[in-house]
C-alpha cells in the first residue's frame, strides 16, 4: 500500500525496564525496534516514535537533566 498511497506509522516504540504495559513487556531493539524500523524503512513508510518523555512508557530519554537516550532513543536517533 505504501507503493501508491501515502502511510505514517506514530506511536510506536518499546520499554527495557517497562515490565507493566502489555504491548512494551519483553521487546527490545533487536526483537521489535530495529526489525520495525527496517521493514518500514524498506517499504517507504514514514515514522515518528512516541514519545520524547522520561515520564511515561516508552521513554526515548532517560532523565531530563542531560536528556540522556534509552536504547529506543538511541536507535530512533540511529535511524533518523
Do not use: C, Q
Not at 512516541?50 to 532517560?62: D, R, T, V
Amino acid at each position: 500500500a505504501s507503493a501508491s498511497i501515502p502511510v505514517f506509522v506514530s506511536e510506536w516504540g518499546y520499554d527495557l525496564a517497562d515490565k507493566g504495559f502489555y504491548l512494551l513487556n519483553a521487546k527490545t531493539r533487536e526483537s521489535f525496534g530495529k526489525p520495525l524500523v527496517d521493514y518500514m524503512n524498506a517499504k517507504g513508510i514514514h515514522w515518528t516514535s512516541w514519545n520524547f518523555s522520561h515520564l511515561s512508557a516508552p521513554k526515548m530519554i532517560a532523565n531530563e537533566d542531560d536528556f540522556a537516550l534509552t536504547d529506543l532513543g538511541s536507535l530512533v536517533k540511529d535511524s533518523l
